[in-house]
């Protein structure tokens, strides 16, 4: 049996209804599926876990961290860290598979071998329609740098602790677990004979960036912080990684507790925000951290802008941008193994942290 893993949050249903119903067209029914949804809404989670009741070989899962940034490797993880043996394959909520696919699966299934697979990708038009997978108009093919897609012996990836989980929002996690294995001895295989994955379009991640608080979490920078890590990994010839445990996300009672837990008001005044990253955070030990960081009004008084014109002293402010942006930072570095809360307030603007030390 193999295992197929949908990790998944907050994406339209119809892109998960042509991507499942094309698992159940499958000549070889072979698999199951585990969908994991890491923090939808509300909205999108009720839909998404209505439609997996559809189709009998489908399970879902929800893991309360929507208030924490995109993390595929945990939601990938979470999903492996629970299965006994056997392969798994890593699925992406864009694929419409070919109809052979699976006994295609069948037939590379190597306990020493992981094998990654072609994929065309469809124009935002082409995904618009409604056709069978040959007649689809293919905008352009990957090629054996495109490393996702992959089927794995599941003992491989226990061995190495699983996907990277410092890697958050995205970019690298792919390229680098094939480097893990085969730095541990596992053979990394492409497969491009048939054409057997299509992608439906979206924008990506590096489009959507903004250079303003946005509600929707983002980090700037951190497609080449990922990269960076990347290329520490592969000089250092990793194989194991998440030496604080792997595969754990914060559970319902821990949530729970942090939603409860009432907030004080940190300003936006630099001084406060420095003390309070690099003494308050870095120092505390079993305890709950609960603040909510606003602009402090001074900051927008005529008095104080006419002071700053002049060249006399002033309190020095972050812009809650670039509060973000560190806080972001340092949960990503050093705190995300902890149970957090990180949410971006609007009307009036403003950033909630919680966090269990």
């Known amino acids: 049996m193999i295992t197929i893993v949908y990790p998944y949050r907050n994406r339209e249903i119809k892109r998960i209804q042509r991507s499942i119903d094309s698992l159940a067209q499958q000549s070889k029914q072979n698999f199951k599926v585990v969908f994991i949804d890491y923090g939808s809404e509300e909205k999108s989670a009720e839909a998404a ?7 009998n070989f489908a399970s879902y899962t929800y893991l309360p961290v929507k208030d924490q940034p995109w993390n595929k490797c945990k939601a990938l993880n979470y999903a492996v860290k629970k299965m006994d043996s056997g392969y798994c394959f890593v699925a992406d909520i864009d694929m419409i598979f070919h109809s052979q696919f699976t006994a295609v699966l069948e037939q590379h299934l190597d306990p020493n071998k992981a094998t990654y697979f072609q994929v065309g990708f469809l124009s935002e038009q ?27 012996p599941v003992s491989y990836l226990k061995e190495i602790n699983g996907f990277d989980e410092f890697f958050h929002f995205w970019g690298a996690e792919d390229t680098d677990i094939h480097n893990r294995l085969k730095n541990d001895g596992c053979q990394v295989e492409y ?6 994955m299509l992608h439906q379009w979206h924008p990506n991640y590096r489009k959507r960036e903004t250079k303003t608080l946005n509600k929707e979490l983002q980090l700037s920078g951190i497609v080449e912080i990922n990269h960076q890590h990347l290329l520490h990994n592969l000089k250092t010839k990793a194989t194991k990684v998440n ?4 595969g754990n996300v914060m559970v319902d009672i821990e949530l729970n507790e942090l939603q409860s837990f009432p907030v004080s008001t940190l300003y936006n005044e630099k001084k406060l925000i420095d003390y309070f990253l690099y003494q308050q955070l870095s120092n505390a030990k079993n305890q709950i951290l609960a603040i909510e960081i606003k602009e402090n009004p001074v900051h927008a008084t005529a008095k104080y802008k006419l002071k700053k014109q002049l060249g006399k002293k002033v309190p020095q402010f972050y812009s809650l941008k670039e509060i973000n942006d560190q806080i972001l930072l340092h949960i990503v570095s050093f705190y995300h193994t902890n149970p957090y809360i990180y949410q971006v307030k609007e009307n009036p603007s403003s950033i909630i942290f919680k966090i269990k030390t």
Do not use: C, H, Q, V
Request: charged share 40%.
């Open 49 to 55: 876990e209505t439609l997996l009741k559809k189709y």
């Open 243 to 246: 030496p604080k445990g792997w």
């Open 191 to 196: 497969y491009d004979e048939k054409l057997l």
């Open 126 to 152: 082409e995904t618009k329609k409604d056709k069978t997978f040959e007649s689809y108009e293919i905008n352009f093919k990957t090629n054996e740098e495109a490393t996702g897609m992959t089927l794995f």
